[in-house]
């Protein structure tokens, strides 16, 4: 190993090419006016389409409110009808569950009238009454609703 030449490391002849330590700035491919017509671009773009939609939201409901009015009578008649079809299923309950208690007459208490009628006034039954044979989960249902409808 000793017979080897030692050869030192050393710059080319003529030196290293010059570094270059200036800065180059990137190619500009987005300017101002550019950035600001996009932006204008796209707001209009969207306030058309905002416009269009609304118009088209706004005859949905129209339409939507128009048959909630038509159909109210007849979901109120409904409603009504229900209401006396459970009135009937509770005296015909009150009637078969009491029919063996000597004396009992259906709709008073042990033939004392529960309410105090001027003619032929119709007075709505309690709501503990009106649900005496239903769920507990229909008089909830019941009772959320009136909450509903109480706040709005």
């Known amino acids: 190993m000793s017979d080897a030449a030692f050869k030192q490391d050393l710059p080319p002849k003529g030196g290293y090419?010059?570094?270059n330590f200036r800065r180059i700035p990137a190619r500009q491919v987005l300017n101002a006016?550019?950035?600001?017509?996009?932006l204008f671009a796209s707001m209009a773009w969207g306030y058309y389409f905002y416009k269009k939609d609304r118009a088209r939201a706004s005859a949905?409901?129209?339409e939507l409110r128009s048959s909630d009015?038509?159909?109210?009578?007849?979901m109120l008649a409904e409603?009504?009808?229900?209401?006396?079809?459970?009135c009937r299923r509770n005296r015909d309950a009150e009637a078969e569950l009491m029919k063996d208690?000597?004396?009992w007459e259906v709709?008073?208490?042990?033939g004392h009238k529960v309410y105090k009628t001027l003619g032929d006034k119709w007075i709505d039954p309690e709501i503990n009454d009106f649900y005496a044979h239903c769920s507990k989960r229909q008089r909830s249902i019941f009772i959320r609703h009136g909450q509903q409808?109480?706040?709005?």
């Open 17 to 19: 090419a010059p570094i």
């Open 33 to 38: 006016p550019l950035i600001y017509g996009g």
């Open 60 to 62: 949905e409901l129209l």
């Open 69 to 74: 009015l038509a159909i109210e009578p007849l």
């Open 79 to 86: 409603r009504d009808r229900e209401f006396l079809k459970q």
């Open 101 to 103: 208690v000597e004396g």
């Open 107 to 110: 709709g008073t208490w042990y």
């Open 149 to 152: 409808l109480k706040m709005e």
